[in-house]
């Protein structure tokens, strides 16, 4: 359709010319040759407009998926195994104040934004 459409710009183009080329002198139809100029243009025009109006964004790609690891998809009928973990247990030697607990709670992370982590939680 593009193609197609650049061909016949252009030999509306070549016609237009062929139109425009001169002849014999005659001094008393000077508005003739302007109006036909004219009319050429906004033809010309309203054919590149409609053109450009109806071709599609240039080049729009969707967001890039935030960071972090994603699993690819499973071939169909395969057993898809459940993802990791996303926080290891808390290690063997942190110490616990008495009476506290560990608890997964929304933390501010700087530069990320809130996260679920594990924190100990003390009443």
């Not at 509306?12 to 002198?25: M, N, V």
């Not at 407009?49 to 071709?55: C, H, L, T």
């Not at 972090?68 to 808390?90: E, H, I, K, R």
């Amino acid at each position: 359709m593009h193609k197609s459409l650049i061909a016949l710009v252009g030999a509306a183009g070549i016609g237009f010319a062929a139109l425009a080329a001169p002849g014999t002198a005659n001094a008393q139809c000077f508005g003739c040759a302007v109006g036909a100029g004219v009319l050429g243009g906004l033809f010309a025009g309203a054919v590149v407009g409609s053109a450009i109006a109806n071709s599609p964004p240039p080049g729009y790609y969707p967001p890039p998926p935030p960071p972090g690891y994603y699993y690819p998809p499973p071939p169909p009928g395969a057993y898809y195994p459940p993802p990791p973990g996303a926080y290891p247990p808390p290690p063997a030697y942190a110490q616990l104040a008495p009476g506290c607990h560990w608890g997964h709670r929304r933390v501010w992370v700087e530069g990320v934004g809130y996260q679920w982590r594990t924190v100990q939680v003390c009443p």
